[in-house]
């Protein structure tokens, strides 16, 4: 179920009508809100003296999630590429961050590695024999 804030002017009506000796219940029915919102709304009221929205507690992301997105898809097009050249990448755009904070970035979007994958060496004479091998072996099944 998704989140939302109340207005303002709601949070200020249930205060109201709080104020004024009505209950929980009965105030979740004439505003249609649930009671278990009403009662969070006056729970706030009661600590803080306000029903607004508090201000988030925590430091703020030194990386915007636009930025986060653009660093996943480039260290995804370039396996290859070192955190150093990330961060360089970075730096162009902009948002200067430490090598272990771009590895934290990479490492929560499921990245981990930053190594090409492994491919043969494949020259036409290489081709050639492994297709001559492949036909020769058809039908063939190794059970390891």
């Known amino acids: 179920m998704v989140r939302r804030e109340l ?3 709601q ?12 209950g929980y219940k009965r105030i979740s029915k004439a505003l249609d809100i649930p009671w278990n919102t009403v009662k969070t709304v006056i729970i706030k009221w009661r600590k803080y ?3 607004e929205t508090l201000t988030k507690t925590g430091h ?3 990386i915007y999630e636009k930025t986060r997105r653009k660093l996943v898809r480039e260290a995804s097009k370039r396996h290859s590429a070192t955190l150093k050249e990330l961060q360089e ?18 490492h929560m979007n499921g990245l981990w590695g930053r190594v090409a994958g ?7 004479k290489n081709i050639q024999a492994r297709l001559k091998f492949a036909k020769t072996n058809v039908g063939k099944c190794v059970i390891v």
């Open 7 to 9: 207005p303002k002017h």
């Open 49 to 51: 003296g306000t029903t």
């Open 118 to 124: 492994w491919k043969p060496f494949l020259t036409k």
């Open 60 to 62: 703020p992301s030194k």
């Open 89 to 106: 990448f970075l730096a162009s755009t902009g948002c200067v961050l430490h090598v272990t904070t771009i590895s934290r970035i990479l």
């Open 11 to 22: 949070g200020d009506l249930i205060v109201e009508r709080y104020q004024s000796g009505e």
